[in-house]
C-alpha cells in the first residue's frame, strides 16, 4: 500500500518561509514522479511543483516560479518542498502526489493532477497579511 505523509504546513507571515516534507512509504521511488499541488477554499486545485527524484529534475508552476523549491531525500523516500516569500494568495492546502512509471520511457514531470496515481491528506498553509 502506498501512503504519502506531508507535514510542515502552518501560519506564516507573508514574505516568511515555511519547508513542506512528503514521506511515502510503499511506493517504488526510483520509478515514481512526485508533485506538490495545492488547493485553495473555493478554487479549483493546481499543480505547484513537481520532480522526478532519481533523475533531479523539477518543474514548477508559473506562479511559484522563483519562490518555492523542490528537493529530494532519497534514501528517506521523502520530498521537501521549501516555500519563501510567500503571499497571502499561496493559502491552500497542499498536498503530495506520486504518480508510478512501469516504463523509464514514459517517466515524466506533471502538475495534472488527473496524471497522479497517490494523494496525501495535504497540510495546511496559512499566509497572513
Known amino acids: 500500500e502506498v501512503q504519502l505523509v506531508e507535514s510542515g504546513g502552518g501560519l506564516v507571515q507573508a514574505g516568511g518561509s515555511l519547508r513542506l516534507s512528503c514521506a511515502a512509504s510503499?511506493?517504488?521511488?526510483?520509478?515514481?514522479?512526485i508533485g506538490w499541488f495545492r488547493q485553495a477554499p473555493g478554487k479549483e486545485r493546481e499543480g505547484v511543483s513537481c520532480?522526478?527524484?532519481?533523475?533531479?529534475?523539477?518543474q514548477n508552476a508559473n506562479s511559484v516560479e522563483g519562490r518555492f523549491t523542490m528537493s529530494s531525500d532519497n534514501a528517506k523516500n521523502t520530498v521537501y518542498l521549501e516555500l519563501t516569500s510567500l503571499k497571502p494568495e499561496d493559502t491552500a492546502v497542499y498536498y503530495c502526489a506520486a504518480r508510478h512509471f512501469r516504463w523509464y520511457s514514459t517517466y515524466k514531470c506533471t502538475l495534472k493532477d488527473k496524471g497522479m496515481d497517490y494523494w496525501g491528506n495535504g497540510t495546511l498553509v496559512t499566509v497572513y497579511p
Open positions: 520532480m522526478l527524484p532519481s533523475v533531479g529534475t523539477t
Open positions: 510503499g511506493l517504488r521511488f526510483g520509478e515514481s514522479a
